[in-house]
């Protein structure tokens, strides 16, 4: 399968701070970006898309202002969360895609923990 | 609005024998269905999918069904081992954009 990396894999903040999570696809170019996150027993929910060089789409509910996405490259792409609070301690997941086929890969994720 | 479903008790089994976990979906007609291997922390890691005009897909030990007619897909793993032991998601296509929508997951625990 497709290689994918996240940093951090995990972070603690403060409330208040922001955090940047970085998405790498390490064998391919990923021409879309889907983050997803995951709250303590509860399934994977899609925040946002994003293609390369243009701007995110975000699902209902998930604030763009909050969750910045840069998708500069094509196999890197970035979630900030700004001025991060305790409700937004989850599990963050990206999943690239650019391969043909329709089997979607996912990163390791990132814990956030906000105090 | 769209709902996916998996058994939210854990599955507990026997070393040897067949798990069998399920997946149902309501106001739904997707192209393909996907299952996911997820361990504590990790990402999910992509097992198997199969297309709305395909009844049955294998790999290995593992096996999926998926009826369009029900609204369901099974998915099999034969002779289990203790490493099976992990939360397994069912996953949908949303639409031609690739967006997946997740069930909830069914955590398995096979037994030495």
């Known amino acids: 399968g497709a290689v994918v990396s996240q940093h951090p894999s995990w972070v603690i903040c403060k409330s208040g701070t922001s955090v940047k999570i970085e998405c790498r696809s390490l064998d391919f170019q990923a021409t879309t970006m889907f983050w997803y996150r995951q709250f303590p027993k509860q399934s994977l929910m899609l925040m946002a898309t994003?293609?390369?060089?243009?701007?995110?789409?975000?699902e209902q509910g998930v604030e763009k202002d909050k969750f910045l996405i840069n998708h500069a490259s094509l196999t890197l792409s970035t979630l900030t969360v700004t001025s991060a609070h305790p409700e937004d301690s989850s599990f963050y997941i990206c999943?690239?895609?650019?391969?043909?086929?329709?089997?979607?890969?996912f990163g390791p994720g990132t814990r956030l923990t906000v105090l | 609005s769209q709902k996916i479903e998996q058994n939210s008790e854990a599955l507990n089994i026997q070393e040897g024998k067949t798990a069998t976990l399920t997946c149902n979906y309501t106001?739904?007609?997707?192209?393909?269905l996907q299952w996911y291997r997820q361990d504590p922390g990790r990402g999910p890691v992509f097992l198997l999918l199969?297309?709305?005009?395909?009844k049955e897909k294998r790999k290995e030990r593992l096996k999926v069904t998926f009826d369009t007619t029900l609204k369901q897909s099974l998915f099999h793993i034969t002779a289990s081992q203790p490493a099976d032991s992990a939360t397994y998601l069912c996953a949908l296509s949303r639409d031609s954009s690739y967006k997946l929508i997740f069930g909830s997951g069914t955590r398995l625990l096979v037994r030495p």
């Open positions: 999943s690239p895609r650019g391969l043909a086929g329709n089997e979607q890969f």
């Open positions: 199969i297309r709305e005009n395909e």
């Open positions: 106001n739904y007609s997707p192209a393909y």
């Open positions: 994003s293609n390369e060089g243009s701007k995110a789409t975000y």
